[in-house]
Nanobody
Framework: QVQLVESGGGLVQAGGSLRLSCAAS????????MGWYRQAPRNQRELVAS???????FYSNSVKGRFTISRDSAANTVFLQMSSLRPEDTSVYYC????????????WGQGTQVTVSS
């Protein structure tokens, strides 16, 4: 059974930073693409950033230049360093593993709330 456990969410003022972590356990392949999605109320879930086992990363236009994704493949852990946070970044952030395309992943975490106050 696969488990993804996120940590690091919280409340921060605009312009501040947060670092999200996600530890995967179970039948996760180190070759799986891992990443982070977010979903705000009344919005669709969107892919924020992803990273392959070789370190190739993708960022949505809305976070490019502000967020940095990294991973420790040996530990099946992925991180999201978020800087210059804006109120519109407020969402529930979900860790995902085995990302197939921008809307599909095999495994999901339970989500962690990030709230950015203005």
């Amino acid at each position: 059974q696969v488990q993804l456990v996120e940590s690091g969410g919280g409340l921060v003022q605009a312009g501040g930073s947060l670092r999200l972590s996600c530890a995967a356990s179970g039948s996760i392949s180190s070759r799986d693409i891992m990443g982070w999605y977010r979903q705000a109320p009344r919005n669709q879930r969107e892919l924020v950033a992803s990273i392959s086992s070789s370190g190739i990363s993708f960022y949505s236009n809305s976070v490019k230049g502000r967020f940095t994704i990294s991973r420790d493949s040996a530990a099946n852990t992925v991180f999201l360093q978020m800087s210059s946070l804006r109120p519109e970044d407020t969402s529930v952030y979900y860790c995902a593993a085995g990302i197939i395309n921008p809307t599909r992943a095999r495994y999901w975490g339970q989500g962690t709330q990030v709230t950015v106050s203005s």
